[in-house]
């Protein structure tokens, strides 16, 4: 088939290729000019695992492309896929201009037959609206699709190829043969596409967002009761996993969810819940709940340094929201940067991916940018840790103590063991379990 896929962001780009890589004539299409220019002379303008060489490998069989103009790509394609971003606007409800432009953009140029499928998260009922507008625009009814992402990032390829389930909301026999088609080589292992109306698709998306935010501060919340009581939050983490109805995935504990979905996600549930005169009660708890946990390592460093860091040295390990991307829109350690910044504290970071991410943010506000781990906790007062790269797990203790001026680490998520820091003779403050505390500090 051919595809047109609009915006090449994370969810556009991942799937403008996956869809080259299993056949199809893609062109990719996004307003960034520079973006675009990047990517035809294969410069992906994002760290996600595997997807550089699967964007150059289609490229270079013809089978991929970019540009900047609508009216290249949309006359000619079978299927018009919308993955533009939808953040939250300053009232919570998510900011859809970007799916009007397109919705403009492409009216003149959309085939007869070609089915229009919006893949962007987007509150319910907006499907219709894109369908009215077509109409509007084009004087007749258009095919138009709700087909929501639920890929993660650091994981997307996979996620993508191999997902649990894909769903569509259509609203004809056309669309729904089209998907079907489009999907199939996604699905041979028997993982089910789900057809239903748009209005259900969309709400699938958001309610499994929530669903997911939900578990993860309903866990934060326990790790901090678990901290008063002498509870070890991994113990009752593994304790309630095993019970199969609940399971062991997103009850982790940390520094509350970021990224670019959860926060905005609930939100926007949450609004449009609000304006149908209901009262989203859990959907705020849960945002509540997380915008508390967002500021807990900096609660640790506050009350540990009784409000004192200024001219203190801090080694910042991860900066990303999450491993294996260099995403750090609504990363924890904004906020922990934030504060160093504020109270005067000097900050050595490292990330293995996010680095020119933030030092596009705080530039020399930063005080040194390190290439390597270690590096980054050279004559440190303390090691503050934000995102669980596999790197930062294992580290030599010996050599780490040496290198750090006092042996403070202030972990935010749980990567260590306590004993072995106890016996290493570090002062450590992690998540939901008891602080180790040397002798000395
Ligand atoms: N990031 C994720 O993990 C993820 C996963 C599932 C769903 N989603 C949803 O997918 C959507 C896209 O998210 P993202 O993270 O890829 O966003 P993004 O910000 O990374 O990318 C959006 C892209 O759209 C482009 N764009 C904006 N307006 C345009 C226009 N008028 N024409 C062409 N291009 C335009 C931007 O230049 C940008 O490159 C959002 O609705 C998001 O909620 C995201
Ligand atoms: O047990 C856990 C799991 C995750 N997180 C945090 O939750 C956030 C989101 O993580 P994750 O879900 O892995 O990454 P995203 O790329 O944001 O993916 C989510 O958001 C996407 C956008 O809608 C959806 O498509 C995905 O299904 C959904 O998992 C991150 O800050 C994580 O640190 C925890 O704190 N504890």
Redesign the pocket.
Known sequence: MKLAV?????????TGTCFSDLGNDVTC????QA?VEGLKQGII??YEPGLSELVLRNHEEGRLSFT?S?AEAVPDADVVYI?????QSDSGA?DL???W??VE?IAPHLREDAVVVV????PVGTNGKVFDLLQKLTGRECHVASN??????GS?IDDFMYPDRVVCGVRNKKSEEILRQLHAPLLRTAKPILFMSPESSELT?YAANAMLATKISFINEIANLSEKVGADINDVRIGMGHDQRIGFQFLFPGLGYG???FP??VRALTSLSETLDLEPRIMRAVDEVNVHQRSSLVRKIDAHYKGDVAGKTFGVWGLAFKPKTD?I?EAPALDLLQYLIEKGAKIMVHDPEAMENIRAMFGDKINKYCENVLEAVEGVDCLAINTEWNEYRTPDFKQLKAKMKEAVIFDGRNLFDLEILEQAGFTYYSVGRRPVKADRS
Request: with cysteine.
């Open positions: 609009i915006g090449t962001g994370y969810v556009g780009l991942v299409i996004d307003v960034n973006k303008p994002i900047t609508v993955a533009v971003g939808t953040p998510a201009s970007a799916v432009k397109v953009d893949k962007s998260t987007v929501p992402e639920f890929l993660k990032e997307a998306k990224g670019s979905c905005k996600d995403d829109r």
